[in-house]
């Protein structure tokens, strides 16, 4: 009775085994996939190109004058304000000359007041304009006081200050060396960024319009520009050449850096789909519609995309329609055929 028993739960057992193994393999024999309602939407239409950025002023800064640097104030990266000291030469030859120049205007307005008490004038201010000015010229007083000023002149060149705010880069000036670049003074503050699209993309890009720009180093950062400027003419290649302008917001951007450029265009009633919900077939692009349970072959033309979606239409040439209300097919179709037998994730 009891090997009975024993053999009646054995075969259960291998009963119940059999059937989960025969529902497991239907299962995996199913297709499942993912389906989204069509309706008429916004497309962000998306123009995805490339660009350098350039900073918004870059100066390589150098001495007026020739002579030994004295002094540097500056190190590569540092940020600097408008006016500030970069770099200065050794000013002793700068002193004599100046020093030499005042003891020379003294001798000429002591020459200038003899011609003037010459001439009967006990007075300068007396002195009528024309008369003085010839005056000044034969005495020598008109050369000494220019001489003079260009002695201040030259003491004054010999400082090296910023004509704007920055940062220090190429720093080449040494202590005690003569440089002819001292270095290079960039305003990061903002960048223009020049990138080129085809003569076919022209319509959709105007002055004012907003772009997003992304460094290739660092693509988790995004910084909004304005199009700034259309070149009216196509090169050789059928490229428009296109500038744009974006503030700084941080220093992550650099002066030459690589950069990648989206110009977005709003265009509305478009039917948008995701991309992996379009496959190709037979050198033509296809979605699947959901009906009845079952995958419906239905042949599309992509009129726009962007990075994530694409805008699609019924195909001219296979003249097929797509309508509101449809339901795509959007995952599990790469090895769909017409008429598949699917069922939907829930």
Request: with cysteine.
């Amino acid at each position: 009775m009891t090997f009975l028993s024993c053999l009646t739960a054995c075969k259960r057992n291998v009963a119940e085994q059999t059937k989960e193994l025969e529902m497991h393999e239907q299962q995996m024999s199913e297709t499942y996939v993912d389906t989204m309602v069509l309706h008429q939407t916004e497309f962000n239409k998306q123009i995805v190109c490339n660009g350098r950025l350039r900073a918004k002023a870059k100066s390589e800064l150098n001495f007026k004058g020739q002579g030994i640097i004295a002094a540097v104030f500056v190190k590569e990266g540092q940020r600097v304000g408008k006016g500030a000291l970069i770099a200065s030469l050794d000013k002793q030859e700068q002193l004599r000359e100046l020093e030499k120049a005042e003891h020379e205007l003294k001798r000429a307005e002591v020459e200038l007041t003899d011609k003037l008490i010459g001439l009967g004038y006990n007075s300068i201010d007396s002195v009528p304009a024309d008369v003085r000015q010839r005056a000044e010229v034969m005495s020598g007083y008109y050369s000494a006081k220019y001489q003079l000023q260009s002695a201040k002149t030259a003491l004054e060149e010999c400082n090296l200050y910023a004509p704007f705010s920055g940062r220090i880069a190429d720093l080449e000036a040494k202590r005690f060396q003569r440089n002819d670049k001292v270095c290079t003074l960039i305003d990061d503050s903002s960048f223009d960024v020049e990138f080129r699209i085809l003569e076919a993309e022209l319509e959709g890009v105007k002055t004012g319009q907003k772009i997003k720009v992304t460094p290739f180093v660092e693509d988790k950062n995004q910084y909004e520009g304005t199009v700034t400027e259309i070149n009216p003419l196509v090169d050789d290649k059928g490229l428009v050449k296109i500038k744009a302008q974006l503030r700084n917001g941080g220093s992550t951007l650099v002066d030459g850096m690589n950069v990648r450029i989206v110009v977005e265009e709003n265009l509305q009633r478009m039917f948008v789909v995701p991309k992996d919900a379009v496959v190709e077939r037979d050198g033509y692009h296809v979605v699947f519609l959901y009906k009845d349970g079952h995958a419906v072959w239905t042949y599309v033309d992509i009129l726009h995309s962007n990075i994530n979606s694409y805008a699609i239409t019924g195909c001219t040439r296979k003249e097929t329609t797509i309508n509101e209300g449809d339901v795509i097919i959007t995952s599990g179709n790469l090895n769909l055929a017409d008429q598949t037998v699917v069922k939907v994730n829930r």
